[in-house]
């Protein structure tokens, strides 16, 4: 499918409205505080933790528990990047060594 230009000029002015709204929104909102609402501050603290269970459910929901490999490349690469991050405390390291693990998993030993 081809847009034209017309086309591609909407869509583009519907991202950059989008993205001005959602950057400049936190600045009108709160403009005259000088201290974070208790709110915003709760929602800080419980978001990250909320998104990173997203993340796993999202990542984890075609795992198959019956059939072979029985969810174990899965399994082996989570327990790595829990021992790696804790002995470490380096996210990146502990995403990366995790992917580069599983990868390795699922294309030599479980293919």
Same mark, same amino acid.
Request: one cysteine or more; aromatic letters at 10%; hydrophobic letters at 55%.
């Given at each position: 499918? &081809?847009?034209?230009?017309?086309?591609?000029?909407?869509?583009?002015?519907?991202?950059?409205?989008? &993205?001005?709204?959602?950057?400049?929104?936190?600045?009108?909102?709160?403009? =005259?505080?000088?201290?974070?609402?208790?709110?915003?501050?709760?929602?800080?603290?419980?978001?990250?933790?909320?998104?990173?269970?997203?993340?796993?459910?999202?990542c984890l929901r075609n795992v198959s528990l019956l059939?072979?490999?029985?969810?174990?490349?899965?399994?082996?690469?989570?327990?790595?990047? &829990?021992?790696?991050?804790?002995?470490? =405390? =380096?996210?990146?390291?502990?995403?990366?060594?995790? &992917?580069?693990?599983?990868?390795?998993?699922?294309?030599?030993?479980?293919?």
């Amino acid at each position: 499918m &081809t847009l034209s230009v017309q086309q591609s000029l909407i869509i583009i002015a519907v991202v950059s409205l989008g &993205t001005i709204i959602t950057r400049g929104l936190p600045f009108i909102l709160f403009r =005259n505080q000088d201290t974070t609402p208790p709110y915003i501050v709760y929602l800080g603290k419980v978001l990250p933790f909320a998104a990173i269970g997203l993340l796993i459910i999202y990542c984890l929901r075609n795992v198959s528990l019956l059939s072979a490999p029985y969810g174990l490349p899965e399994a082996i690469a989570i327990l790595f990047v &829990t021992v790696l991050h804790l002995w470490k =405390n =380096n996210a990146l390291l502990s995403i990366g060594g995790g &992917t580069v693990l599983y990868m390795l998993l699922v294309q030599t030993v479980f293919g």
